[in-house]
């Protein structure tokens, strides 16, 4: 992991932050804008969004979308062809999906959700392009963070998302009329004073570098690890290292989703809720509303944000992204705010409780582990994890 200094790094809490940025960012763009996302919804946050490059586009700025395959019929709606009708590049990721296709190749999903514009401005986090005041049954927001950079680290960025444009392109048959201009030059000149790295996980090169850096990140810690993860259904070196992080005294908090939302990895994650708490882990539920945020600190000076869950689906099979910031500011802006989040709204696992649940309570747990399991193994990532 190599860490860039220069930056400047703004942490934006859900789409009440996030959008009204994005949205000033590609009002702001004068040559190109790439956006990737897994979910864009034709709903109110995803017009916005859609006018925005709409009218980027309108006025000759080279506007190019990635959208997950697995998300497009359920929410783009009429979105895409209003996109493509405004001039807009508009691409699906792995479009063509069986329902009795039930190999890994299926669950290679593009989850991470990536804006570069101008190769100046970046964006990277776990945020979809959907409304996320739109909860049912909850209170909103839907909670995520994303984080805007400036520096010389936005040229990772933006080079990892043209090579993803690129091959989705071309496996969309997409047709480029004429010769490309040269890309506008990438921000070298330092914008502030953060040291970041910006990481991805795909099925090549990168198959393990975002767990890597939290692995790395719990092992160091002497004080203090938070983590909260929407989905969380760790494999067995990131288990043994929370474990081992407690038992030398680092308080662990792990703040976890109490929302049942995909039923079998839900109740499969509770299984690892006892030896967790038996090794002095600290659990909290959060209650108020959907978490969706997949973020971490560690000692109030390393932290990480962006799409990567804490389970085998973002571990070990579909394409990531996140920024990893050694920075204490930062680090300590993000801690408090997840704090917040664990008094308000989140309510804490008991040790004692935990071991007298219901006998029908444990079975349910049980049996979505045993299955949670065999799936793992049947996709072929067992292994180290």
Known sequence: MELVDGNRLQLLRTGAEFFPALEAAIAAARHEIYLETYIFADDAAGRRIARALAEAAAQGVRTNVVVDGMTVKRYVGTL???LLAAGVSFVIYRPDISPLDFSARRLRRLHRKIAVIDARVAFVGGINIIDDMHTPGQVPPRYDYAVRLEG???????DEADRLWRLVALSNFQQWSGVPPPPPAAETLPRGFQRAAFLIRDNFRHRSDIEDAYLAAIEE???EIVIASAYFFPGIRFRRALVAAAARGVRVVVLLQARVEYVLLHYASRAL????????VQIFEYTKSFLHAKVAVVDSRWATVGS????PFSLL?????NVVVEDRKFAQELRESLLERVLDGARPVARARWR??????RVRIWIAYGI????IGWFGYGGKH
């Not at 010389?152 to 933006?158: D, E, N």
């Not at 809720?273 to 090794?279: N, Q, R, W």
């Not at 990567?308 to 389970?311: C, E, G, Q, R």
């Not at 007298?356 to 309570?361: K, T, V």
């Open 80 to 82: 895409r062809d209003r």
């Open 152 to 158: 010389p680290l936005v040229g990772a960025i933006r």
């Open 221 to 223: 810690a002497n004080e």
């Open 273 to 280: 809720y006892g030896a967790l708490l038996d090794a002095g």
């Open 308 to 311: 990567s869950n804490i389970d």
């Open 317 to 321: 099979l579909a394409r990531e992204a």
């Open 356 to 361: 007298r649940q219901p006998l029908h309570q």
């Open 372 to 375: 949670a399991r065999f799936f």
